[in-house]
Every structure is written in structure tokens, then in C-alpha cells.
């Protein structure tokens, strides 16, 4: 089946990198001749040890290494385009936070840098804090913070920019098994809103709940790609399910089996995971009003359940909005007494040229659309 262009987020062709020492000599081969394909609004597990090349084919997704050999698109561009970069929300494997800042400030400083103006800025903070559950320690330094709220925090940074495409370098790394749920309900939810996720990590669990394709690299090459579905199902065994029976019918029953079979049958009690005894446990004592600290929100943030369709916005409204985060907010009922108010200052000619440019910019953008 030939995949329509627009529908590979990612399409890699022969990539190769090499790295080289100094004298530009081939130093190691982290990828040979990747042949690789990631769907929009599907989630993509990236699979191998320690080694096999797979934060190579993060830094190659995300622009930050060049090939050696071979054709990688990105979103339909470059990966090194700024306009594919605008497109991207990253998890690394480790939180790199600036440790002085608070939880609000390190979001305000992320949404700062992809231009998001005041007032969505501070929409997006309160609906991710309230997301990650660190709503109550907004105000707290990043330093301050454990390993599992870092990394809730750094997820909401991969997040600030309502991305396209998210890629998540361990993800569940540092956090309870409430916190995992969580991250992973976040997925599913992605997923549901079209967009796309790259997924890498080591625990095959997490990968196989909400993963519909993988891939497994070893030695920097591609060993094996598919559903996960066809991937792990025993197409020559089946398993059937039965409802609860008396010791005699469950003799019966075994006794047809071997007859049919000719072979003694496997027979045991269905298991439950212990990733949801666990949550059931949880679930059970937090009925009683006892509380563990982090507070464990459902609800993905309301901007990033819009489809593509509902999430575009009018450029003019963002530049009024712009313009409206310039100025102060309506000053409340004066007291009696209080001085007199300084009168507002009149836009010099330089601001008014600025913003009449922005506007002219606005419109020619517009209709060349």
C-alpha cells in the first residue's frame, strides 16, 4: 500500500549518519541505510538497547544532527526548517530546567519563546499545571522539585506550543505509577486529537498500551517494524475465556478438550496487571480522604484537545491581542482622595508605524492565501 505524502509526519529514506573524529576520520556508524514512516495521528514506539541509534533518530527528527547519507521530511520541510521547529514538542530523556525558576516562570519562558502572546500564555500555564497536577506548587523553584515533578513540569514544556508532532524521550522516567497512567492517558488522548507521537522507551509495557506501530533498532539499524497488534499475536495458539464454572462442569469441559485436542490443555486463573492492582488500591484509600502530595488531575489541557480545524485562529485577533497585552487593564472604581491618574501616554509615531506595518504584513499575507 503506497501512503499519501501528506499523511507521513515522518518519512525517512536510506539515512546514514556517521560520526567522525577530527581529522574527519569515521569514528562510528550510529545509523545504516533507516528506512522509517510515522503516520499523522498515530503513535510510534521507537524501541532498541542502549546504543542501537535511537537518540540518534531523535536528533535527526528534531534538526539538531545532519545526515550523513539519505532523505529525512519532517512535516512535508526540512527538519532543520524553523518553521518545522514551531511544529515540535520535545521531551528529552532528562529534564534540563533552569533550577532557579519557579514551575509558572519555566512555562511563561517556554510559551515566550515560541511567541505565544500574554494572555494565551497564561491560559495554557494554568490548564498544563492543572494537567501535571503541580497547580498547588506553582510558585516553588524547579531546584526545589523531586524527579517525578521535573518531569511533569518538562512535559508540560514539550506541550506549551500545542505541537503537531510530540516526541517523548522516557516519559514515565521518575514518575509513580499514578503519574505513568497518567502520561499515558495523556497519549491516548493526543492521539484522539490528531496528533502524532513518537514515543521511546525501555519499559516495553507502557509501549505496548498505546503504541499502534513500532520499530526496533539494533545496531543502528532497523530489525523490525509493524502493528504491535500483528507484531504480538500468536496466530497458530488460541485462548478462550471462560465464566466462572462448578468443579464438575470445569471436569467436562476439560475432558471435551482432550478428546478434541488430543493434548493436555493449559488451564489457569486470568491475572490482573500489578500497574492496576495498584491503581485500584490507590483509587480504594483516596476515597477515604487521604492525600500522597502531588494531586493527579484527569483531564488533558482543554487547548490541546482541539482538531486541526478548531485550533485555527484569526491573525488579526492575535495582533489586536498583542497589542491589547501592551497596555494596562481597566483601572478599578478610584477611591476618594487618591491622586490623580497619570493620562495615558499616546503611541509615538515609531509604534504607530511598527504596528501599521504589522497589519500591512497582515492583509498582504492574507490574500496572497
Not at 490548564?127 to 518538562?154: P, W
Not at 485462548?239 to 471435551?256: A, G
Not at 501592551?326 to 493620562?343: I, Q, S
Amino acid at each position: 500500500m503506497i501512503e499519501k505524502s501528506d499523511e507521513l509526519v515522518v518519512e525517512a529514506t536510506g539515512l546514514t549518519k556517521i560520526f567522525r573524529d577530527f581529522w574527519h576520520r569515521p569514528k562510528v556508524k550510529a545509523l545504516t541505510d533507516l528506512d522509517l514512516t510515522v503516520r499523522k495521528g498515530e503513535v510510534f514506539g521507537l524501541l532498541g538497547p542502549n546504543g542501537s541509534g535511537k537518540s540518534t533518530t531523535i536528533k535527526l527528527i528534531l534538526g539538531l544532527l545532519h545526515p550523513t547519507q539519505g532523505r529525512l521530511r519532517v512535516l512535508q520541510q526540512s527538519p532543520r526548517d524553523v518553521k518545522t521547529k514551531r511544529k515540535i514538542g520535545y521531551l528529552p530523556e532528562e529534564s534540563y530546567l533552569y533550577p532557579y525558576l519557579t514551575g509558572q516562570e519555566t512555562l511563561n519562558f517556554y510559551g515566550k519563546l515560541f511567541d505565544l502572546n500574554g494572555r494565551e500564555r497564561k491560559q495554557r500555564i494554568d490548564q498544563l499545571l492543572e494537567m501535571i497536577g503541580l497547580k498547588h506548587a506553582r510558585n516553588r523553584v524547579v531546584g526545589e522539585f523531586s524527579k517525578g515533578m521535573a518531569r511533569r513540569i518538562g512535559l508540560a514544556q514539550a506541550l506549551i506550543n500545542d505541537p503537531e508532532l510530540v516526541i517523548l524521550d522516557e516519559p514515565t522516567s521518575g514518575l509513580d505509577p499514578l503519574g505513568t497512567r497518567q502520561v499515558k492517558n495523556l497519549i491516548v488522548d493526543l492521539k484522539k486529537a490528531n496528533k502524532t507521537v513518537i514515543l521511546s522507551s525501555h519499559l516495553l509495557s507502557d509501549v505496548e498500551d498505546v503504541c499502534d506501530r513500532v520499530a526496533i533498532l539494533y545496531g543502528g539499524r532497523l530489525r523490525v517494524t509493524g502493528a504491535v497488534h500483528e507484531l504480538l499475536e500468536e496466530q497458530n495458539r488460541y485462548q478462550v475465556m471462560l465464566p466462572e464454572l462448578s468443579p464438575d462442569k470445569l471436569k467436562r469441559v476439560l475432558e471435551l478438550l482432550r478428546e478434541a485436542l488430543g493434548d493436555e490443555p493449559d488451564v489457569d486463573h486470568p491475572r490482573v496487571s500489578l500497574e492496576n492492582l495498584f491503581l485500584d488500591v490507590v483509587e480504594k484509600a483516596q476515597t477515604t480522604g487521604d492525600d500522597s502530595g502531588v494531586k493527579h488531575a484527569e483531564n488533558v489541557a482543554e487547548f490541546l484537545g482541539h482538531t486541526g480545524e478548531e485550533k485555527k485562529t484569526n491573525r488579526l485577533d492575535e495582533l489586536v491581542e498583542q497589542k491589547s497585552d501592551g497596555e494596562e487593564a481597566l483601572p478599578a472604581e478610584k477611591e476618594e482622595g487618591a491622586p490623580p491618574e497619570k493620562a495615558p501616554e499616546v503611541m509615538d509615531e515609531e509604534s504607530r508605524r511598527a504596528a501599521d506595518g504589522k497589519l500591512k504584513n497582515f492583509l498582504s499575507e492574507s490574500a496572497d492565501d
